[in-house]
């Protein structure tokens, strides 16, 4: 942040306040580009924000505006600067709904009290659809007015490109595009002209004097009702128990029937529809959180979305044919380096990958942010012989070629004494997590042997936890 920012913030704050500011603290960023900042005087508090996306501050503003004239819990704004991109808002504090379940939830128990507050939240998010759209200027929502049809390509998209690419989950790309558009097909069946929050989840709903506030509706746009509740009940780190799921959907079933008829059998068919590409569109955030912006809290959510969709597929029949996306959903929740992603572990986990120059560098999906690539190309190659084609570096013909070649042994000499002084100092600080890559051309012979070498050398050498992985050849399976 610019000084002149903070200078900004300050003086708005001093206007609204009318006394000094004495503290001006960050808040932890989150899952967006918005800084926000606690400033504090004598008496009073507010919250600074800064955002250099003028649409999405618009959009924010505006929201706001009309959801106080609807008498919603929403901040209040104190004041605008929008030429500088800043605005100041009410100090909700810092009790989110997350944080509140996670101070008091023992275990798989979910405390009455807790299922009370989360029934709280349902019936002031119905007020929100219903009721909070109604006037409202969908002209200032931002990237789109409605999730619709372009909304659900990008967010699926997103879940392509951004996990199960960089996750390397194999697929049919044009066979996948059509089950997308089946899939939205489906959810366009139901009526999709409400408010949609868009991010409802359990970090956005604040927890003030024992009632639920709502923060963070930027992104909001007209949508179907289905799905800000699959976005609360399948929040993936709240980890809600599938009976208090369940009984949450027929509490929101038999409120909505307050406001309008509901028939609760293609509610319920429909909702699971939404869940599931609400889950795509979270996944698609921690791969790039997580895997492209090594952000490694991100990655700590990805095995609990994982257990959901297993839930999914092994529960819930939508009525049609996704066979392209169900296989690679399927692939997915059975990848032993996914649901492992985020655990901790006293000792110092390695991770050792071959792979082919053609597919790629292997993504460090531990968060750490990637470690060493060594490129073995320069090695003399068994697999310009007939005789070695069908073979790969883990084969004796293979092993005994390379025994005869000191470039080899020369190679990973040099590469043994560059990793030992990583692995030393990591365990020395106590650091969990280092990948070490070797590439070739094919990542069949010499990144095979290469790497099949280190991970008997550190086993042997240190007390630490070696993970191998033969991408290219698994890639063949």
């Known amino acids: 942040m610019e000084a002149n920012t903070k200078s900004l913030l300050i003086q708005m704050f001093e206007k609204w306040a009318g006394e000094e500011a004495r503290s001006f603290v960050m808040l932890p960023p989150s899952g967006s580009y918005r800084e926000y900042y606690r400033i504090t005087g004598r008496t009073k508090s507010a919250m600074g924000a800064y955002n250099s996306d003028a649409k999405e501050n618009q959009a924010f503003l505006e929201f706001s505006k009309h959801f106080r004239t609807k008498s919603l819990p929403v901040p209040e704004i104190y004041d605008t600067d929008t030429d500088n991109?800043?605005?100041?808002?009410e100090d909700l504090g810092d009790v989110t709904l997350y944080s509140f379940l996670q101070g008091i939830r023992k275990g798989d128990e979910f405390p009455d009290e807790l299922l009370k507050f989360y029934q709280k939240t349902i019936k002031k998010l119905i007020c929100f659809q219903v009721k909070g759209g109604e006037g409202l200027d969908y002209s200032k929502c931002y990237p789109r007015e409605a999730f619709d049809r372009q909304s659900m390509l990008w967010d699926l998209h997103y879940f392509k490109y951004y996990f199960l690419?960089?996750?390397?989950?194999?697929?049919?790309?044009?066979?996948?595009?059509?089950?997308?558009?089946?899939?939205?097909?489906?959810?366009?069946?139901?009526?999709?002209d409400y408010f949609l929050y868009r991010d409802f989840q359990s970090r956005n709903v604040m927890v003030v004097d024992?009632?639920?506030?709502?923060?963070?509706?930027?992104?909001?746009?007209?949508?179907?009702?289905?799905?800000?509740?699959?976005?609360?009940?399948?929040?993936a780190k709240a980890d809600i128990p599938q009976d208090v799921r369940k009984q949450l959907l027929d509490y929101y079933m038999e409120e909505l029937g307050q406001y309008q008829e509901v028939n609760e059998h293609d509610f319920v068919c429909h909702y699971y529809g939404y869940v599931l590409i609400r889950i795509m569109q979270a996944?698609?955030?921690?791969?790039?959180?997580?895997?492209?912006?090594?952000?490694?809290?991100?990655?700590?959510?990805?095995?609990?979305?994982?257990?959901?969709?297993?839930?999914?597929?092994?529960?819930v029949d939508l009525g049609i044919e996704l066979p392209t996306l169900f296989a690679a959903l399927k692939n997915v929740t059975e990848s032993e380096d996914l649901m492992t992603i985020g655990q901790s572990d006293s000792l110092l986990t390695v991770r050792?990958?071959?792979?082919?120059?053609?597919?790629?560098?292997?993504?460090?999906?531990?968060?750490?942010?990637?470690?060493?690539?060594?490129?073995?190309?320069?090695?003399h190659n068994p697999g310009r012989y007939p005789?070695?084609?069908?073979?790969?570096?883990?084969?004796?013909?293979?092993?005994?070629?390379?025994?005869?070649?000191?470039?080899?042994?020369?190679?990973?000499?040099?590469?043994?004494?560059?990793?030992?002084?990583?692995?030393?100092?990591?365990?020395?600080?106590?650091?969990?997590?280092?990948?070490?890559?070797?590439?070739?051309?094919?990542?069949?012979?010499?990144?095979v042997f290469s790497a099949e070498s280190l991970a008997t050398h550190l086993q042997h050498k240190y007390k630490l936890n070696v993970e191998l992985k033969h991408v290219e050849q698994e890639m063949k399976k």
């Open 85 to 89: 991109s800043v605005y100041l808002q």
């Open 165 to 192: 690419k960089l996750a390397r989950v194999p697929f049919d790309e044009q066979a996948l595009e059509d089950d997308y558009h089946k899939l939205i097909n489906f959810l366009l069946e139901v009526k999709h």
């Open 210 to 235: 024992d009632e639920p506030w709502f923060i963070d509706y930027q992104g909001g746009r007209k949508g179907a009702l289905q799905y800000d509740l699959a976005s609360l009940l399948y929040d």
């Open 283 to 315: 996944m698609g955030a921690y791969g790039f959180r997580g895997f492209y912006e090594k952000k490694e809290h991100f990655l700590k959510s990805i095995p609990y979305a994982i257990e959901n969709l297993k839930y999914l597929l092994e529960h």
């Open 352 to 379: 050792i990958s071959s792979f082919s120059y053609k597919r790629g560098i292997p993504v460090d999906v531990s968060g750490n942010g990637g470690g060493f690539v060594f490129d073995c190309r320069a090695i």
């Open 387 to 447: 005789e070695y084609a069908d073979k790969t570096g883990k084969d004796e013909e293979v092993i005994a070629f390379f025994g005869k070649e000191p470039e080899m042994s020369a190679f990973l000499q040099d590469v043994y004494s560059i990793v030992e002084k990583s692995v030393e100092k990591y365990i020395s600080r106590g650091f969990k997590n280092l990948m070490v890559n070797f590439g070739c051309t094919g990542g069949q012979h010499r990144s």
